[in-house]
Every structure is written in structure tokens, then in C-alpha cells.
């Protein structure tokens, strides 16, 4: 296939080089001079200086037989711009954008990009994929007492699920409230009471029970990766 | 009107200042801070700091409910970008958009942005003078 990227940066570099590893024909358009150089010295006429905004410098590195057109410098307005007129003027058949803002994600979308990669979208999804997700969310805050109210969600995913109260590790100074299941009458938790997923627990508790309630309701989330279970 | 105005450079900084000067509610948004000593005292409208290219501080500038969006910025790109988020998901109902680069300009246009071209207007306007007065 013919890959036209825009941005001899560190993401164009290393792209363009597994693509050509791959058997892919490979040009990079660089406007920066200095980049330019640092990659033509290692992959000879695959980089090219220019800017790839530019009708006349997209015409010259041969959009029209382009397969994919990828668009990798750091700005998001310039990967935008590089995408459409490779669309608008060449009909490239398929248009991917770096983006930085996760937010422009759809913006692009709708401006007619065909894919979007976001650095930091896929950091937050493998940091929040690493933590236990929020189960717990602090409501209010007695001060005068040192006691927060607190929420506490049951995930179907949850250890607590199926167990009764009585048989919770409830930390010294917290309190299971109130039970709210869905399409039930609020009630206070019994000891006999089994918990079910999407149950949602009103809790006292002091600041150090805090930390212990949630890592007791909740567990790592995995998506079936092999990273820690 | 209801106005935007993404960068308060010399054009956005002047074209604000008329704006308001005609009673018209003006919100100028530059990426710095500096650029807004460019606005008298007597400016009566928002200056906002921010990325005019950022939905978030789109929406903080009020383009909901703006009549026009008029982005003029250094960079022909951003302006592009911004005039798009402008017209194409806050639907504003008139959108100005300056471009520098003619060929990039007739590109936009073609796909319905409303552009115009500095080097464009400017050069024919010289053109037209020097040919209105030719040297004896």
C-alpha cells in the first residue's frame, strides 16, 4: 500500500519506518528543516521537506494513488487541515488525524476525518484499566465530627456481592446505613442481608475507614489483558 | 449581533473594538494574554484567554448562543478549525474565516466555508490603485 504521512517527528519517524519494515511504500512530508534532515540522512528520499497542508506539495509526493493518508504532527489543527485537503482535493480513501485533545475526537469525526488516534485517550483508558474504579463517592462531610457520608456502589464484579453484611470486614468507625436496591423501599442494612450487584450502600465513616470501605467493595478491573490478573 | 471573535491581533483586536463601538455584544479570545493590551479601556466586551481551536472554551465564550464567529488568528489552520467547530457543531449562522494561503482558501470555500484572503484582496487592491493612477 501507499502511506503518506505529514510530521517527520518522533510518531511519523518511527511509523514510517515499521511501515516500510512491513513492505509498505512510505513518504513523509516535514516542514521543519532540521527534522527533514534527520530523516532523509537515515531513509534517504522517503522524507520530504514541505508542508503537507499544501495542495501542491501533496500533489507532488502523489496523493492521488495514496491508499492511506495520515496526518502525525504535534498540532491538532494542522493534522485536521492536512486530512481534509488530502480528502477534499485528493479523494484519499482513508484519512487518519493525531489529535492531542481527546475532546476533538468527535469534532473530527464529524468534519469527515475516518480515524483518529489520541496518545492520551489511550493512557487514561490503560491508567483507569490499572486502578479499581470509583465506587465510592463522598456525599457530605460532617466536620464537627471528623465522619463523611459516603456512597457505595456494588459492582456485579464486586467481592461483596452475595455475602451478608454480618460477614463484612467493616472497618471500626464506619457504618452501613442505608440500602438502596432498585425498585425497593430504602431500608438499613440487616445482618442477614445478602448484598447484589447494584446495590448502592449509604455509609458512615471516618476519613481512615475510608480507603479500607472501598478496598473492600471494589476489585481490579481487568479486561482480559493477562496484566495482573 | 452577538459576536466571537477568535484572536485579538491587530485585525481582531480593531474589528472587536468597531464591533463594540456599534452597540454589538463582543467576546475576543486570544492563546495570550498579552495580545489584549491591543483593547482600549473603553472596550466594553469579554476578553476571554483560551484555545479558540477547544470546544470547552468555545462554549465559555458564549458560541451558543452567538450570532457570528469570525476567526483571525496568525495561523491559517487554526482559523480553519475554529471556523469549522464554529459552523458545523455550534451551528453558528455566519461564519468568517480568514485564510492567507489563496489555494487553501479556494479549498475551504469550495467545501462551504466562508473565507477571505488577505494576499488575495490586498494585491488586487494594490493592483487597482497602481492602474487607477499609472506613473506618468
Known amino acids: ?229 | 449581533m452577538n459576536i466571537v471573535i477568535m484572536g485579538c491581533g491587530r485585525t481582531g483586536a480593531q474589528l472587536a473594538v468597531s464591533m463594540d463601538a456599534a452597540k454589538h455584544k463582543v467576546t475576543v479570545i486570544d492563546i495570550s494574554t498579552s495580545s489584549f493590551a491591543r483593547l482600549p479601556a473603553s472596550f466594553n466586551g469579554t476578553a476571554l484567554f483560551g484555545d479558540g481551536t477547544d470546544e470547552e472554551v468555545l462554549r465559555k465564550a458564549g458560541i451558543d448562543q452567538a450570532d457570528a464567529f469570525v476567526a483571525v488568528t496568525q495561523s491559517d489552520n487554526r482559523n480553519i478549525m475554529g471556523a469549522q467547530i464554529a459552523k458545523y457543531v455550534f451551528h453558528v449562522p455566519r461564519v468568517v474565516c480568514r485564510i492567507y494561503d489563496p489555494l487553501r482558501k479556494d479549498v475551504y470555500e469550495a467545501v462551504g466555508l466562508e473565507a477571505i484572503s488577505p494576499t488575495t484582496v490586498f494585491a488586487d487592491l494594490i493592483k487597482s490603485q497602481l492602474e487607477a493612477r499609472p506613473q506618468e
Open chain 1, 1 to 229: 500500500m501507499y502511506v503518506v504521512i505529514v510530521g517527520g517527528g518522533m510518531v511519523g519517524y518511527y511509523l514510517s519506518k515499521a511501515l516500510l519494515a512491513e513492505g509498505h511504500e512510505v513518504i513523509v512530508i516535514e516542514r521543519d528543516r532540521r527534522r527533514f534532515q534527520r530523516g532523509e540522512e537515515e531513509l534517504g528520499s522517503v522524507f520530504a521537506l514541505g508542508d503537507g497542508c499544501e495542495a501542491s506539495v501533496l500533489a507532488e509526493a502523489g496523493l492521488e494513488r495514496a491508499d492511506i493518508f495520515i496526518a502525525a504532527t504535534d498540532q491538532d489543527e494542522d493534522n485536521l487541515v492536512a486530512c481534509q485537503v488530502a480528502k477534499y482535493r485528493f479523494n484519499v480513501p482513508k484519512t487518519i488525524a493525531r489529535i492531542n485533545n481527546p475532546r476533538n475526537e468527535p469534532i473530527f469525526k464529524q468534519l469527515g476525518i475516518d480515524r483518529t488516534v489520541s496518545q492520551v485517550k489511550h493512557m487514561l483508558e490503560d491508567i483507569e484499566e490499572q486502578i479499581p474504579t470509583h465506587l465510592l463517592a463522598r456525599l457530605f462531610t460532617l466536620a464537627d465530627v471528623g465522619l463523611d457520608i459516603v456512597e457505595l456502589k456494588v459492582s456485579a464484579d464486586s467481592p461483596v456481592v452475595g455475602r451478608q453484611v454480618s460477614e463484612l470486614a467493616i472497618p471500626e468507625g464506619s457504618v452501613l446505613s442505608l440500602l438502596l436496591r432498585n425498585g425497593e423501599k430504602p431500608r438499613v442494612p440487616a445482618p442477614d442481608m445478602a448484598i447484589m450487584p447494584g446495590d448502592r450502600i449509604i455509609a458512615l465513616t471516618s476519613a481512615e475507614g475510608e480507603p479500607v470501605l472501598q478496598e473492600l467493595f471494589s476489585t481490579k478491573r481487568s479486561k482480559g489483558k493477562g496484566k495482573n490478573g
